[in-house]
């Protein structure tokens, strides 16, 4: 149960880190721990940016979708 449930979240996960990570070039497991060790020092604020980058990147992907979409003709 426990796998499935992790597995689903990798999968389905925000993709932030990994968005960072080939931005900046930058190992992704260093800026997953970067965000957890922050959020314990910055009382959750690091989890605020983290859930707004997602937002972000998830309407950045549906725009792209949509005008991959208009162009098709």
């Known amino acids: 149960m426990l796998q499935q ?8 996960s925000f993709g932030v880190c990994a968005f960072l990570g080939e931005r900046f ?3 992704i497991s260093k800026i997953r721990l970067f965000f957890i060790y922050s959020s314990f020092l910055a009382v959750g604020f690091p989890l605020i940016f983290y859930f707004f980058a997602a937002f972000v990147l ?9 005008r991959a979409r208009v162009w098709d003709f």
């Open 25 to 27: 070039n930058i190992s």
């Open 5 to 12: 449930f992790l597995t689903y979240f990798e999968k389905r």
């Open 58 to 66: 998830d309407i950045r992907n549906y725009v792209k979708r949509i």
